[in-house]
Every structure is written in structure tokens, then in C-alpha cells.
């Protein structure tokens, strides 16, 4: 089946900083990808699509330039959390899909603590 | 909008036992697709079945089957002889066909006792 890496499984970081995340689809081409953030015990929220080469969309309430999402080619895509602070931490999954594809390929998912 | 209800925060089941997990669903398009996903400790999201909304019959894989009353807009999930390493989150979810965004339920979390 199809293989989505994501990068770093688990980062602690200090309030403040930045944190990039990368996924990456390994055996196919990724046209869209998705993040989503998990609290504990709760489920997945959508929290932008992107599509390769465009600008991504962002659900309501979710701050674009809090969290960067660039989709510079067809199997990377990357979230970067800027000026990280302890509300941030979170659980953070993309997922890819191919183009006309049916399924989405999850990433392992990142667990982020900012202390 | 679509919406999912997964209106079972918790569920025990016996190992070798069958369990449902129940999920309703809401929303105005025509064709759609209904997934399951499942979610261990671990993080990681393990699609499970899909049932799109023109499927005759309800999905099967492996111990896996879908009951899908569409009139009634249900897709429960039915894990037969059910496994000690069936506990996780079980997560249901909708997406349109065609459409970019899937839209997950709250989730069910299954322990299966020995």
C-alpha cells in the first residue's frame, strides 16, 4: 500500500521557536495533502489542504500564518508552527492523496511539546 | 456540511466476542463515501473499510464488515472474534466523492478484555 512518511515522530521545543514538520509520500504522488491537529482523546481536526503548487486552504479559525503549510512538490510537504508556545502542543497527522484517488495515507503523525 | 456521530465514547467487548460501533452521518450530497479508520496508542491512523453511498451491498474486509442503512444514515462498524490487539480508538469518517475534505466522528474507544 501506499507509504506516507512524516518527520519528526516526536519534537520538544522551547516557547518561541519554530517547528517544521515534513511528510512525505514515498511510492506515489502526493496532489493533495492534509493536516490535521489531535488533542488527547479527541478527534482529528482539518486544519488546511493543500494542493502542489498552490497556496493552502485553511479552516476557519486556523491561523495561516501561525502555521505555514508549503506543498512544493508532489511528494513534500511540510507545517511549520512559528513561535511555538505550550497551546501548541498538540498531536499533528497529514494525510496524502493522489490525484482522483478514493483513500487517504496517514503519516505516523508528530507529537509536539513547547515548554 | 457533513457531520458524523459516533455517540459511543467507550466499548467493551470479550475477546473472540463480536462488537458494533455504531456512526450516523449527515449530509446533502448525493455521493459520498463513509470510512473507518482505527487508531492505536501509537498515533497512527489504519484505514480499516470503505462504503461508497451507490454500494449495493455493505462493505466486508477480512473480520471487518459495514452495516450501511442508507435511509437511515448509519454505517456501523461490526468487528467480528474480536482481538485482544483490536483496542484503540476507532474513528468514522465521511468524505464527499470527488470532494478534497474528510470529516471525522469523535471516535469510540474499544477495549477488548481477555
Known amino acids: 500500500g501506499a507509504v506516507v512518511s512524516q518527520h519528526p515522530s516526536w519534537v520538544i521545543c522551547k516557547s518561541g521557536t519554530s517547528v517544521k514538520i515534513e511528510c512525505r509520500s514515498l511510492d506515489f504522488q502526493a496532489t493533495t495533502m492534509f493536516w490535521y491537529r489531535q488533542f488527547p482523546k479527541q478527534s482529528l481536526m482539518l486544519m488546511a489542504t493543500s494542493n502542489e503548487g498552490s497556496k493552502a486552504t485553511y479552516e476557519q479559525g486556523v491561523e495561516k500564518d501561525k502555521f505555514l503549510i508549503n506543498h512544493a512538490s508532489l511528494t513534500l510537504s511540510t507545517l511549520t508552527v512559528t513561535s511555538a508556545h505550550p497551546e501548541d502542543s498538540s498531536f499533528y497527522i497529514c494525510s496524502a492523496r493522489n490525484l482522483g484517488g478514493r483513500d487517504q495515507y496517514f503519516g505516523a503523525g508528530t507529537r509536539l511539546s513547547v515548554l | 456540511a457533513q457531520k458524523i456521530t459516533q455517540t459511543q465514547p467507550g466499548m467493551f467487548v470479550q475477546e473472540k466476542e463480536a462488537v458494533t460501533l455504531d456512526c450516523t452521518y449527515d449530509?446533502?450530497?448525493?455521493?459520498?463515501?463513509l470510512f473507518w479508520y482505527k487508531q492505536p496508542s501509537s498515533g497512527e491512523m489504519i484505514f480499516l473499510i470503505y462504503?461508497?453511498?451507490?454500494?449495493?451491498q455493505n462493505a466486508t474486509e477480512g473480520r471487518y464488515s459495514l452495516n450501511f442503512q442508507k435511509a437511515r444514515k448509519s454505517a456501523n462498524l461490526v468487528i467480528s472474534a474480536s482481538q485482544l490487539g483490536d483496542s484503540a480508538m476507532y474513528f468514522c469518517a465521511i468524505s464527499s466523492t470527488g470532494g478534497f475534505k474528510t470529516i471525522f466522528g469523535a471516535g469510540t474507544r474499544l477495549f477488548v478484555k481477555a
Open positions: 462504503q461508497g453511498s451507490y454500494d449495493e
Open positions: 449530509t446533502s450530497d448525493q455521493s459520498y463515501g
